[in-house]
């Protein structure tokens, strides 16, 4: 659809067919909103490894095209009893050991079919497409984008159905550059970026299959990536899709208000001086869009597109009604002897509207002031490309690549013609284009991407892999030339002619919000103002996915594990020492707890009920290698899960460690603490970390200022910086363990001062989770005496406030247990 490039469906599909609103990266705006957002990385914690992950006896399916990972992958896979299938891609020349090998000799369908038919003889649980030799060149690796949906069209209904008996897994891996392309990759390579599109819609058309695009630096070892890729494909969370490794850190794909990597360009304003070159630009909402923009600068605009402007044929002469005009191409046609079948006449029809559209594009530019051309070609044939272009050439400054066509169908039904109907402008076109302009002379290049593409979309998996390719491309050529204007829009759907009535229906319904023309039009012309010329990757309109994906069925119970002795050099546990060992603290083993059942179910804890610790773990040399969280959902209470955290030494004894009931339902609101010290006041707190009072060291000092000290109102203000252990592993939404551990500090004061003893909390009886407590900023903490509690043990109830009283978190029934004994272990020499 020249110059439409709007992932909305097109006319008359039905409700069925229709994109249908997916999961979106982290921190989405609110849903409906039109605005403008820029692509983020958000980072992301060290992944939970689901226990058992996959059904026994599985089969993996690898697609190796001939890198070193493949033979690493299989070899792990082997040692863990998988039965391995290889599909060697094309010109691989080097066979797996020990696998199944299902070798291709060339890129034909029926033969990719035939190979999978082969592998998927036995049940597949895990396939892994891997990506990890960059392609020659351009047009190699749009081929390799379009196989790989081929080869997910086989394997998409069998790992639905065989997800009836376990996990089954779709994962890609990539080697852009551990962030999806955006920090800019070689420009034969950005088609490759489209890998993630696919999976992102894959995961919307096919909800019970695990789905995880991966993407790792090129520089990891080959050891180390496939060890993040195993970590990848056993993540106990199906969210999100898309997960980068850069060497440093895990991260996803995320919406932020500002560039991803802002380089100060000052591009010249746009003026009657420019020529920009508009792809797909005679039509539609591209045509719409350069009317806007010559109305606010008059560039000049070369417009391509594939409609022949030709002179109009007689019989449409003064015949405006569609009814009408179809009827005189009848006529036309039976004067001219020929059949009017509906196809011909059809086309007789569209070649009419297309050219008076394209005339009236010409004339609303000439009327806004620009020196507009025409020019029709195919810009998917690069020679005659090169040859419409080549009088231009010299003075073109810009470019527009608004072309775009749409062929929906769900991934178990795409045929090769249509993702080749689909690639061809976006990518190929793309190509073509670029490559008869001179690079260095473009100072504003503006591509129309899509949403589908961002956040995935069912039923335009191809469109969505054609359009992140255009956003890798856009990083990539701003790399390259830091001093141009350089950005891939990624546009919600348009209320456009496009989409009928009848699906307006369908999004109203979603709460999706289609742009309206005179809205996405501005938004277009304002894309060129100076203050945007360092955004690339752009998502316009209602910054949210159009598909949902749906929620996978709750699992009756599932076990997660985490390697625990390494945390022993991590700054949350090296100072955590009583006598001369470190020790876990009961923060960090409860915000485990937490954060692991967010990221399994998607929801929030807000309550925790019954906390214990029932043996600590110590880093002495005896501390388990790994720890194992279990997770139960009650039936009886519906989002409450039990937790409990063990571990299984080396003679196969299990012990228990911490347990805990975890709740998604907020707890009542509360009234702001009344009459709290100011700030600053009181007397400085130092002292209570070297006179025997607390033991921690100087990354979990926290507590500032003792603001009043009676046994019934102990108030504190702390201030601690937040830890992100395992980039933030050990936390969950409302909760994060070290200004967490600053509560139950805080509990260790008032027993220090008002029993006079040393001290260590064994468990909480409720803890409300109402706002996340500040990451580096003031807070205070009021400790109160509790109900119950005798002899050694004190109960305590303890609040976390902001300085205006407001209650962040409370703990009810802090148990803390006297223990004169500890208070020399405490002091710190």
């Not at 919600?492 to 005179?518: C, H, N, Y």
């Not at 959902?633 to 955290?645: M, S």
Request: one cysteine or more; charged letters at 20%.
């Amino acid at each position: 659809i020249s110059g439409q490039d709007a992932p909305a469906p097109q006319a008359g599909q039905s409700a069925d067919s229709a994109p249908a609103p997916a999961p979106g990266p982290e921190a989405a705006p609110e849903r409906g909103r039109i605005g403008r957002a820029q692509a983020a990385l958000a980072e992301l914690p060290v992944p939970d490894q689901l226990v058992n992950a996959y059904p026994e006896s599985s089969g993996a399916l690898l697609v190796d095209d001939g890198g070193e990972l493949a033979p690493e992958i299989a070899a792990r896979l082997q040692t863990q009893g998988w039965k391995v299938h290889v599909l060697r891609l094309p010109g691989v020349p080097q066979r797996v050991d020990g696998a199944v090998d299902h070798a291709l000799t060339g890129w034909g369908v029926t033969e990719l079919a035939a190979r999978v038919e082969e592998a998927l003889g036995e049940r597949i649980s895990l396939v892994l497409d891997l990506y990890t030799v960059p392609p020659a060149d351009w047009a190699e690796g749009v081929r390799r984008l379009a196989h790989t949906l081929l080869v997910a069209k086989h394997l998409v209904e069998p790992l639905s159905t065989a997800a009836t008996f376990g996990r089954t897994a779709y994962t890609t891996v990539t080697r852009l550059d551990g962030s999806f392309g955006l920090g800019g990759v070689d420009e034969h390579v950005a088609p490759i970026g489209g890998v993630a599109g696919l999976v992102k819609t894959l995961a919307v058309e096919a909800p019970k299959v695990f789905c995880r695009a991966i993407d790792l630096a090129p520089g990891l070892a080959p050891g180390a990536a496939a060890a993040l890729v195993f970590g990848e494909v056993h993540d106990a969370a199906t969210e999100p899709v898309q997960v980068g490794h850069d060497g440093s850190r895990r991260v996803t794909l995320a919406l932020g208000e500002q560039p991803l990597h802002p380089v100060g360009a000052r591009p010249q304003p746009l003026s009657s001086e420019d020529l920009l070159v508009v792809t797909g630009g005679g039509r539609g909402i591209t045509a719409a869009c350069v009317v806007e923009l010559a109305r606010r600068h008059q560039p000049g605009l070369l417009l391509l597109g594939r409609t022949p402007l030709e002179e109009e044929p007689e019989w449409a002469h003064g015949v405006q009604d569609a009814a009408a005009l179809k009827a005189a191409a009848v006529a036309d046609l039976k004067a001219a002897g020929e059949k009017p079948t509906p196809k011909r006449v059809e086309q007789a029809y569209r070649a009419v509207v297309g050219c008076r559209e394209v005339r009236a594009t010409l004339d609303a530019l000439r009327a806004a002031g620009s020196h507009a051309e025409y020019v029709a070609v195919d810009i998917t044939d690069p020679q005659a490309t090169a040859t419409a272009l080549a009088p231009y050439r010299g003075r073109v400054t810009g470019l527009v690549h608004g072309a775009g066509v749409l062929a929906d169908q769900l991934i178990a039904q795409k045929k090769a013609s249509e993702i080749e109907r689909v690639f061809a402008p976006k990518l190929a076109g793309l190509r073509a284009v670029t490559a008869a302009l001179d690079a260095d002379a473009l100072r504003h290049v503006v591509l129309f991407s899509s949403v589908a593409g961002f956040f995935g979309n069912r039923g335009q998996s191809d469109y969505a892999m054609a359009n992140e390719a255009l956003n890798a491309w856009a990083s990539s050529w701003k790399r390259r030339h830091p001093g141009a204007r350089v950005t891939s829009l990624n546009w919600g759907a348009w209320d456009s002619g496009m989409v009928s009535p009848e699906i307006k229906a369908v999004f109203r319904e979603r709460g999706i919000t289609l742009i309206p023309q005179e809205t996405g039009v501005a938004m277009f012309a304002d894309q060129f103002a100076a203050a945007r010329a360092d955004d690339v990757v752009t998502v316009l309109g209602p910054t949210t996915p159009l598909s949902e994906r749906v929620p996978a069925a709750p699992v009756a119970s599932l076990t997660v594990e985490r390697r625990i002795a390494e945390l022993a050099q991590d700054p949350i546990v090296a100072d955590h020492v009583i006598g001369e060992a470190p020790v876990l603290p009961a923060a960090v083993a409860l915000g485990w707890a937490i954060g692991a059942v967010e990221r399994a179910t998607g929801g929030e804890v807000r309550q925790v009920r019954e906390f214990s610790v029932q043996k600590g773990i110590v880093f002495d040399g005896s501390q388990p290698e790994n720890c194992r969280l279990v997770i139960s959902p009650l039936p009886e209470a519906p989002g409450t899960v039990q937790v409990a955290i063990r571990s299984v030494s080396r003679d196969g004894a299990v012990r228990p460690h911490y347990a805990a009931v975890l709740d998604a339902a907020p707890a009542a609101p509360q009234a702001p603490v009344a009459g709290l010290p100011a700030l600053g006041g009181g007397r400085a707190a130092d002292g209570l970390y070297t006179d025997g009072t607390l033991f921690h060291g100087p990354s979990l000092r926290g507590i500032r200022r003792v603001l009043a000290e009676e046994e019934s109102r102990l108030v504190l203000e702390c201030a601690l910086t937040e830890h992100r252990t395992a980039g933030g592993a050990f936390a969950g939404a409302h909760y994060a363990p070290g200004t967490a551990d600053l509560l139950l500090q805080a509990a260790l004061v008032g027993v220090r001062l008002f029993r006079g003893s040393a001290g260590l909390p064994l468990a909480v009886g409720r803890a409300e989770l109402h706002h996340p407590l500040p990451d580096g900023e003031p807070f205070l903490v009021l400790v109160q005496p509790g109900s119950g509690g005798a002899g050694a043990e004190a109960r305590l109830t303890v609040t976390a406030c902001a300085p205006d009283g407001r209650v962040l978190m409370r703990l009810h029934d802090v148990s803390v247990i006297s223990a004169p004994r500890l208070t020399a272990k405490f002091v710190i020499g």
